[in-house]
């Protein structure tokens, strides 16, 4: 009896060794696999920044305590700070944007693809640099630590004289080398919605978080340069005896702030555009209705973009601007809040009269639209000038920030996180522990963030080591630290989650959420190639027309 040696499976050929498929991954250009890796990134650093918060909110939760130095506290609020904007949101939202945009407009892949994986790797260096910090930041012969300069490093703390050692060194060169990351990938998403868009997908019929996404890789292309310009400028101040932000040898320490802050203002709307994305897929889609106004979100989301490179200053009020400066800041802040609301209200009337299925993404995406509707207007609170001079050094501040970046920002990438994860792995998740994460969260986050605007009000300054035991500055602190503890086991349950449904998951099939665009029309997880044959589209909602061609409302321009 003969034997078909080749018919024969051996473990080898059964499964790929692990360095075979680490080596598949780390060399990967699919855009598939780089947005997965972004987003695995992204939560690994998510882990590290909440430490850090813990910390600090473990060192404010009683006066005068001594949990930490006050050395150590400057660098936890300092790595929270940078690691929470740079190294978690940034990396999460684009690695949505990689894997979904090229499948959500009918394309095979990005318009660069190996500029993707060297614009994910630059990324991921920057990361690593700024954490070997806590190694090599007096040199790799002396006791490391980490910068200590804020997420800001306002002059002249990022001076030589004020933070001797390399860690400061280490933060301006990770900014740098992310950012070179950021630009490459705003590029590719640039080029790769003008110009591999299928047959029929014109601008009028691309999805919402195409557009939107788009939007925020232009306006980081163009908030990006000063923030390099300013670092580059740092390290020839630390390093080859410059002088640009040093006020003794006739710098300005302001030049350093307009510099900061003309990236740092429109970075809130680069995060929170994509955010913007995600409800514009999710609401519609468990509201059974089509998104209200389209062609007013397409435009809101532009005046955005416009309107956010004027407001920067805005941080700046307490600086002593001249009246016509504060004046005009002013406006322009009130101003970004209109094409803000109606896309609130676009929102809510995409719901308005339909049949809502109250499913977890849908929680979370309900969940920011309360909280960035009040994050919006404690932020025009903040747009007048005698208001502003009496809050931006106090916690007030804090919380309204955190409302935006956790209570926004967050909130639309857990929402994403469920909506997609079906896609992404072929399973589906725990929806009872998926509810379960959606309100410890929102009780967490709003014992957090909520009592954290009352001592502000009370007078309390932000960047502080330790306090006086003034009245009720004590009891608010206890509540706000419990609130944070309550949102990291929340995190902890959502990150179980994950895992567990990857392995025991319901299989989800292609359209677990009978939704309308294209990516819901591939397997789960979808082909390499994406599609057999690239598809032809006739409408904003391709998929819905093949499910359903009897609706006569499948079909719209």
């Given at each position: 009896m003969s034997t078909n040696v080749s018919a024969i499976e051996t473990p080898q050929s059964a499964a790929p060794a692990w360095t075979e498929t680490l080596h598949e991954w780390v060399t990967t250009v699919d855009h598939k696999r780089l947005g997965i890796l972004y987003i695995l990134y992204g939560l690994g650093f998510l882990v590290m920044?909440?430490?850090?918060?813990?910390?600090?909110?473990?060192?404010?939760?009683?006066?005068?305590?001594?949990?930490?130095?006050?050395?150590?506290?400057?660098?936890?609020?300092?790595?929270?700070?940078?690691?929470?904007?740079?190294?978690?949101?940034?990396?999460?939202?684009?690695?949505?944007?990689?894997?979904?945009?090229?499948?959500?407009?009918?394309?095979?892949?990005?318009?660069?693809?190996?500029?993707?994986?060297?614009?994910?790797?630059?990324?991921?260096?920057?990361?690593?640099?700024?954490?070997?910090?806590?190694?090599?930041?007096?040199?790799?012969?002396?006791?490391?630590?980490?910068?200590?300069?804020?997420?800001?490093?306002?002059?002249?703390?990022?001076?030589?004289?004020?933070?001797?050692?390399?860690?400061?060194?280490?933060?301006?060169?990770?900014?740098?080398?992310?950012?070179?990351?950021?630009?490459?990938?705003?590029?590719?998403?640039?080029?790769?919605?003008?110009?591999?868009?299928?047959?029929?997908?014109?601008?009028?019929r691309m999805p919402l978080l195409a557009w939107l996404?788009?939007?925020?890789?232009?306006?980081?292309?163009i908030a990006i340069t000063p923030l390099t310009a300013a670092q580059m400028m740092l390290l020839v101040d630390r390093y080859l005896g410059g002088h640009f932000f040093d006020t003794q040898a006739g710098g300005s320490a302001t030049l350093w702030m307009h510099f900061f802050w003309i990236f740092g203002h429109p970075e809130v709307y680069i995060l929170v555009i994509p955010a913007f994305a995600f409800m514009s897929e999710i609401i519609p889609v468990f509201s059974r209705k089509p998104i209200f106004g389209y062609p007013v979100m397409v435009g809101a989301?532009?005046?955005?973009?416009?309107?956010?490179?004027?407001?920067?200053?805005?941080?700046?009020?307490?600086?002593?601007m001249n009246s016509y400066a504060n004046s005009f800041f002013a406006i322009t802040t009130m101003a970004v809040g209109v094409p803000t609301g109606i896309k609130i209200f676009n929102w809510l009337g995409t719901m308005w009269g339909g049949r809502i299925q109250f499913k977890t993404p849908m929680l979370f995406s309900i969940g920011f639209l309360f909280q960035f509707l009040i994050a919006g207007l404690t932020g025009i609170i903040q747009s007048s000038v005698p208001v502003d001079w009496q809050l931006s050094l106090s916690y007030f501040v804090v919380a309204h920030f955190h409302y935006v970046i956790v209570g926004g920002i967050l909130f639309a990438v857990f929402a994403a996180f469920y909506y997609w994860y079906p896609k992404f792995t072929g399973r589906m998740f725990s929806e009872r522990l998926g509810?379960?994460?959606?309100?410890?969260?929102?009780?967490?986050f709003h014992m957090t963030f909520d009592v954290m605007h009352v001592p502000g009000i009370l007078g309390m300054p932000?960047?502080?080591?330790?306090?006086?035991?003034?009245?009720?500055?004590?009891?608010?602190?206890?509540?706000?630290?419990?609130?944070?503890?309550?949102q990291a086991a929340a995190i902890l349950l959502f990150v179980y989650n994950l895992v567990v449904s990857y392995w025991k998951g319901a299989k989800a099939g292609n359209d677990p959420w009978d939704a309308w665009t294209l990516e819901w029309s591939v397997s789960s997880p979808p082909p390499a190639y994406n599609f057999a044959t690239i598809p032809v589209v006739a409408s904003r909602r391709p998929l819905w027309d093949q499910k359903h061609p009897e609706d006569p409302d499948s079909r719209y321009e």
């Amino acid at each position: 009896m003969s034997t078909n040696v080749s018919a024969i499976e051996t473990p080898q050929s059964a499964a790929p060794a692990w360095t075979e498929t680490l080596h598949e991954w780390v060399t990967t250009v699919d855009h598939k696999r780089l947005g997965i890796l972004y987003i695995l990134y992204g939560l690994g650093f998510l882990v590290m920044a909440g430490i850090e918060a813990l910390i600090i909110r473990i060192q404010l939760m009683h006066a005068h305590s001594s949990f930490v130095s006050p050395q150590v506290f400057n660098r936890m609020f300092t790595m929270h700070g940078t690691t929470m904007i740079f190294f978690v949101v940034m990396p999460i939202l684009f690695g949505f944007a990689n894997y979904l945009v090229p499948l959500m407009i009918g394309a095979r892949d990005m318009a660069f693809p190996r500029l993707n994986a060297f614009s994910f790797w630059l990324t991921a260096l920057g990361g690593l640099l700024l954490y070997f910090s806590f190694l090599g930041g007096n040199g790799l012969y002396g006791a490391g630590n980490a910068p200590d300069v804020g997420w800001w490093a306002y002059a002249p703390l990022g001076a030589k004289a004020f933070s001797p050692g390399h860690s400061t060194g280490y933060w301006t060169i990770a900014l740098l080398v992310s950012g070179f990351g950021s630009v490459g990938t705003a590029i590719n998403i640039i080029a790769t919605v003008l110009c591999m868009r299928c047959p029929g997908m014109h601008l009028g019929r691309m999805p919402l978080l195409a557009w939107l996404n788009f939007v925020m890789s232009g306006m980081v292309l163009i908030a990006i340069t000063p923030l390099t310009a300013a670092q580059m400028m740092l390290l020839v101040d630390r390093y080859l005896g410059g002088h640009f932000f040093d006020t003794q040898a006739g710098g300005s320490a302001t030049l350093w702030m307009h510099f900061f802050w003309i990236f740092g203002h429109p970075e809130v709307y680069i995060l929170v555009i994509p955010a913007f994305a995600f409800m514009s897929e999710i609401i519609p889609v468990f509201s059974r209705k089509p998104i209200f106004g389209y062609p007013v979100m397409v435009g809101a989301t532009v005046g955005i973009g416009f309107i956010s490179m004027s407001v920067w200053a805005h941080h700046m009020f307490t600086v002593g601007m001249n009246s016509y400066a504060n004046s005009f800041f002013a406006i322009t802040t009130m101003a970004v809040g209109v094409p803000t609301g109606i896309k609130i209200f676009n929102w809510l009337g995409t719901m308005w009269g339909g049949r809502i299925q109250f499913k977890t993404p849908m929680l979370f995406s309900i969940g920011f639209l309360f909280q960035f509707l009040i994050a919006g207007l404690t932020g025009i609170i903040q747009s007048s000038v005698p208001v502003d001079w009496q809050l931006s050094l106090s916690y007030f501040v804090v919380a309204h920030f955190h409302y935006v970046i956790v209570g926004g920002i967050l909130f639309a990438v857990f929402a994403a996180f469920y909506y997609w994860y079906p896609k992404f792995t072929g399973r589906m998740f725990s929806e009872r522990l998926g509810k379960w994460h959606f309100w410890l969260f929102v009780i967490g986050f709003h014992m957090t963030f909520d009592v954290m605007h009352v001592p502000g009000i009370l007078g309390m300054p932000r960047r502080i080591y330790t306090y006086e035991p003034r009245p009720g500055w004590e009891t608010l602190n206890l509540i706000v630290t419990i609130g944070a503890f309550i949102q990291a086991a929340a995190i902890l349950l959502f990150v179980y989650n994950l895992v567990v449904s990857y392995w025991k998951g319901a299989k989800a099939g292609n359209d677990p959420w009978d939704a309308w665009t294209l990516e819901w029309s591939v397997s789960s997880p979808p082909p390499a190639y994406n599609f057999a044959t690239i598809p032809v589209v006739a409408s904003r909602r391709p998929l819905w027309d093949q499910k359903h061609p009897e609706d006569p409302d499948s079909r719209y321009e």
